[in-house]
């Protein structure tokens, strides 16, 4: 018993460079895109070290040679799927007050400058389903194709949700431009014709 146990420690010690070398060079945008979809960095932070946990204990299953980022992106979205439903649980099981706390949002002042910060803040506002698909394929840069496989859904369903988030999220930053006077140039030319 004891030396199936040490060929199985040995086993994993020796993967330790190849999980290295081929998960590692995504954890980058593994977090940022966890960060995107939970809208929080602390929460972003520790769903991607579940990913790399979960990675970690079944990279026995990853087939070398394969897309390891689209792999780590699956288990991403799997892990964002059993978070949501946990907290989904969790907020059922409290009264009153505090949910309305909680669902009540506070809205930042107007910064004086468009920031990175105020396009993720727009993206958070479109529906998950939309902003899943942004972020895979204008973010991440994932074929329709593999944010199809990465998400379970149809290569149509990916198109059409591209499409309409899209739409959502140019709305939202038209929002954003006009609370800094950026469509003002464009007004006031429209009435000079």
């Avoid at 966890?34 to 929460?43: I, K, P, S, W, Y």
């Avoid at 394929?137 to 290569?155: G, M, Q």
């Avoid at 954003?176 to 429209?190: C, M, P, R, Y």
């Amino acid at each position: 018993m004891v030396t199936t146990g040490m060929r199985v420690f040995s086993s994993a010690k020796s993967r330790i460079p190849e999980f290295e070398s081929a998960a590692l060079p995504h954890l980058n945008d593994i977090f940022r895109t966890a960060v995107g979809l939970l809208g929080n960095r602390t929460e972003g932070e520790d769903l991607a070290q579940e990913v790399y946990l979960h990675a970690w204990k079944s990279f026995h299953r990853f087939e070398p040679g394969t897309n390891c980022r689209a792999w780590l992106f699956k288990i991403l979205f799997h892990r964002l799927h059993h978070y949501r439903k946990k907290w989904f649980r969790l907020r059922l099981t409290r009264q009153g007050d505090e949910i309305i706390e909680e669902t009540l949002r506070y809205e930042p002042p107007v910064p004086e400058r468009l920031a990175d910060k105020d396009v993720l803040a727009a993206l958070q506002k479109i529906p998950k389903d939309f902003r899943e698909v942004v972020l895979l394929t204008d973010v991440e840069d994932f074929s329709y194709k593999e944010a199809a496989a990465t998400l379970c859904i149809p290569v149509g369903t990916v198109m059409s949700r591209l499409s309409r988030g899209r739409k959502l999220l140019r709305a939202e930053l038209a929002e954003v431009a006009k609370s800094f006077g950026l469509n003002q140039g464009e007004d006031a030319a429209g009435g000079h014709s």
